[in-house]
């Protein structure tokens, strides 16, 4: 079935380090892919996301790029900050399907100043 | 901003009870959506609904579990005997049409 694999965690960096968070994912069709967070206390929010091959996602200084030949969407960001200490969830959804997402395990991530 | 808002964000309830969970959707969404995350696992599909009746459900929702949406603003997840492999975050979501998921902050149940 349709699943996602995330780097397992906690991650632990200090400010201004380089992060990257890997995912890679299992499809039967052709999916939309996504990065959730999840701040302390509150609800999951959509970072960013791409939906077809090459497409890259950016929001916040995060990117992510759609890699159909290795089925990946690598979070990066070059230079972390305290506030984004979170949990950050990479999500598949299969387009033309049904209109549920697919979620991989999280990764925490704390930043230290 | 808009927001979707879960009560209570804790609950503790006995083995056996019945549990309500609450969820108010961003008023003029279209699609309603449970999921839950066991402590440590995968954030895991739940239900959805539109128009009034589930239209899709993975194979953990099962005759203990049921979704309502009682008054046209809230919409609920109702657990009928818990079990204490019930325990988890439950995560209430709502969509308009073609547009992205909003999510809630979540209701931690636990079952003692």
């Known amino acids: 079935g349709d699943s996602v694999t995330q780097m397992e965690g906690p991650v632990t960096l200090s400010e201004e380090a380089f992060l990257t968070i890997n995912c890679t994912y299992t499809?039967?069709?052709?999916?939309?892919l996504f990065w959730y967070v999840q701040y302390p206390g509150e609800g999951l929010q959509l970072l960013l996301k791409?939906?077809?091959?090459?497409d890259k996602g950016s929001n916040k200084g995060f990117e992510a790029t759609y890699r159909k030949e290795t089925t990946s969407f690598h979070l990066e960001k070059g230079s972390v900050q305290v506030s984004d200490s979170a949990v950050y969830f990479c999500?598949?959804?299969?387009?033309?399907?049904?209109?549920?997402?697919?979620f991989g395990k999280g990764t925490k991530l704390t930043v230290n100043p | 901003e808009p927001e979707v808002t879960q009560t209570p964000s804790h609950q503790v309830t006995q083995m056996g009870q019945e549990v309500i969970l609450r969820c108010v959707p961003i008023s003029n969404h279209l699609y309603f959506y449970w999921y839950r995350q066991i402590l440590g696992q995968k954030v895991e599909f739940l239900v959805s609904?539109?128009?009034?009746?589930?239209?899709?459900k993975s194979e953990i929702f099962d005759d203990q579990f049921s979704v309502e949406r009682p008054d046209g603003s809230n919409f609920t997840l109702k657990i009928r005997s818990t079990k204490l492999e019930d325990s988890a975050m439950y995560f209430c979501?709502?969509?308009?049409?073609?547009?992205?998921?909003?999510f809630g902050s979540g209701t931690r149940l636990t079952v003692v």
């Open positions: 609904f539109y128009n009034n009746e589930i239209s899709e």
């Open positions: 791409a939906t077809k091959a090459d």
């Open positions: 999500a598949l959804h299969l387009q033309g399907g049904s209109e549920k997402l697919v």
């Open positions: 979501a709502s969509q308009a049409r073609n547009y992205g998921y909003t």
């Open positions: 499809a039967t069709g052709y999916p939309s």
